[in-house]
């Protein structure tokens, strides 16, 4: 199993609380994203990290919305007070890190805020 | 700033048709072209890609070649299975940081 897992596959909580998505990325692979896969908005980036710059957050859509990645390994979306407009799949992927490589999806996970 | 556009879905074809799925995008300077296939029930998976004009990428009989002059990327099988039945997006890499741009996705639909 060498490709990105995420954790858990599906989620479903209450409006109000607080989630946790974590992403286990490629052994090696320096760059990881986020993105937002619901059915108004298609496919949307939320947040890119490539080794130890600065990550990019430009795609976040609020302030409730972080993410971090811990050693360059594994990264882990919060979502805090969550709205029902947060309910979508999240996406994580990764990639070696080159100007324009591949980058690999794991399966997502599937958000439904009640 | 960078966008990509993709033909409406659904689209619905017989088992052994041609297929084409239209995509344009705008884009400055020289942006990667990739092709994503997301099958019922599963993740994103890389179909093909190409980075420089005239490319063609191909995979499991899918082809695609990047017109730059066109600013074009439409993906073509000569003969389609009930198997390719899926969402299909373009998407292109480009000078705003590491993201891909997604089109919205074109849903197809084979009939045997």
């Known amino acids: 199993g060498a490709g990105v897992s995420q954790s858990p596959s599906n989620k479903v909580t209450e409006k109000g609380k607080d989630v946790e998505l974590r992403c286990d990325p490629i052994?090696?692979?320096?760059?990881l994203y986020w993105y937002r896969q619901s059915l108004g908005q298609g496919l949307e980036f939320l947040i890119y990290f490539q080794g130890n710059s600065a990550p990019d957050k430009s795609g976040l859509p609020s302030d409730r919305f972080s993410a971090e990645r811990t050693g360059g390994s594994v990264s882990t979306l919060t979502i805090q007070r969550t709205q029902q407009e947060d309910s979508a799949v999240y996406l994580c992927?990764?990639?070696?890190?080159?100007?324009?490589?591949?980058?690999?999806f794991g399966p997502g996970t599937r958000l439904t805020v009640l | 700033g960078n966008s990509v556009t993709q033909m409406e879905g659904p689209v619905t074809l017989s088992e052994e048709a041609f297929l084409t799925i239209n995509c344009t995008y705008t884009a400055t300077g020289y942006p990667s072209l990739f092709w994503y296939v997301q099958y019922p029930g599963e993740g994103l998976q890389l179909l093909l890609k190409?980075?420089?004009?005239?490319d063609k990428g191909s995979n499991k009989g899918f082809e695609a070649t990047y017109r730059k002059e066109t600013t074009s990327f439409h993906l073509e099988k000569g003969s389609v299975q009930v198997s390719d039945s899926a969402v299909y997006f373009c998407a292109l890499w480009g000078n705003q940081g590491g993201k891909l741009i997604f089109g919205q996705g074109t849903e197809l639909s084979v009939k045997p």
């Open positions: 992927a990764t990639s070696s890190g080159g100007a324009g490589d591949t980058q690999y």
């Open positions: 052994s090696g692979h320096t760059a």
């Open positions: 190409a980075t420089k004009a005239d």
